[in-house]
């Protein structure tokens, strides 16, 4: 393989983007090499760039969500081939451990991503294993591919909640991850999804998304008005994708007996404070929901009757990356998804 000069971006410190220069030489033979088309910047890149993310610390090469074309493959790859257009499940595991010798890849004891270890997707091209690569049908464009990460997110919380026909569930947070929870959480039965966040736009986004209620906490007091909406017994499932301890707090206390919690959001603050009464008076259960597990054939199903495209914002050059990640932190831009394009 002749070598190739690549450009990756790299937050080196807080609010501060630069590009690193490096050549790829040769291919592992279980490797793909993809040229990136269209990579989306992720709340988690916003955390970075505050120098706030609690397992990525500065500098940090960004970029997680992309699609693109498979510009060279290693002598072992046979799942996918060159010139074939691709999106990438971007976490890394160890394919040894107990856990991924059972399948269940995303408990792997070293599970990491490529933001965390190994080189983004803000670049020319990335490297990365066959077995993380999709195609992408043909009614998907790069940009739509680009969002398969994040709704494989919201793909894994929506079925650790183990949503049931006729349910009604809360979400707190309108971002990207939210209203994509809200719309799998239709597509799995769920009726009444009720989405709240500080953002009129975003609410009227997740309306469009398959919520059915959009409250805006800021004007209104969340927990009477769920209570309000569900005959005082609170709601069968929530789930908070914003990270904050006022979110947790608001999940729990909607819960009805015996409902279930799924917290995604990113916690620049870890360590928060609850009412540990409430586990015991109403017998919530309380989970975690990181990455995925065998859930991006399923997002890539859902994603052809998803108008996805309505998340994209903002769409910059690769070369104002700087500029693309000032848009995506400033509240004022109203920006869901800003993608750069090489």
């Known amino acids: 393989m002749e070598t190739i000069h690549n450009r990756v971006g790299e937050v080196y410190e807080p609010f501060k983007v630069r590009f690193l220069k490096r050549d790829i030489t040769a291919l592992a033979p279980d490797e793909v090499l993809v040229r990136v088309r269209a990579s989306a910047l992720c709340g988690s890149d916003l955390h970075i760039a505050r120098g706030r993310h609690p397992s990525a610390p500065l500098p940090v090469t960004i970029g997680h969500e992309f699609a693109g074309d498979v510009q060279a493959v290693g002598s072992a790859v046979k799942n996918v081939a060159v010139g074939r257009r691709v999106t990438v499940e971007p976490c890394i595991v160890c394919g040894t451990c107990e856990a991924c010798r059972h399948g269940d890849y995303g408990y792997c004891e070293h599970i990491s991503f490529t933001y965390r270890n190994g ?23 790069y940009e739509t591919g680009a969002l398969i990460e994040p709704l494989s997110v919201a793909t894994h919380a929506v079925r650790r909640a183990q949503i049931q026909l006729g349910e009604t569930v809360l979400i707190l947070g309108a971002g990207a991850i939210g209203m994509m929870t809200a719309a799998m959480c239709r597509r799995s039965g769920a009726a009444q999804v009720i989405v709240a966040d500080l953002s009129d736009s975003r609410l009227e986004m997740a309306l469009q998304m398959g919520a059915t209620v959009a409250i805006n906490s800021g004007r209104t007091d969340l927990e009477q008005e769920v209570a309000r909406l569900t005959g005082g017994k609170g709601v069968d499932k929530s789930f908070e994708c914003v990270g904050r301890e006022s979110c947790f707090l608001q999940a729990i206390q909607t819960l009805r007996r015996n409902g279930t919690a799924t917290v995604v959001g990113i916690y620049e603050q870890p360590q928060i404070t609850f009412p540990a009464s409430r586990l015991v008076t109403h017998e919530i259960h309380i989970q975690g929901a990181q990455g995925y597990c065998w859930d991006f054939p399923i997002a890539i199903a859902a994603a052809r009757d998803l ?10 050059p690769l070369e104002q990356l700087q500029q693309a990640l000032d848009t995506a932190l400033d509240p004022a831009s109203n920006s869901i998804k800003v993608i750069v394009k090489p």
């Open 119 to 141: 080189d983004g997707a803000m670049a020319d091209y990335v490297v990365v294993k066959a077995a993380c690569v999709y195609e992408l049908p043909d009614d998907l464009s």
């Open 307 to 316: 108008p996805l495209e309505k998340f994209i914002t903002h769409t910059f």
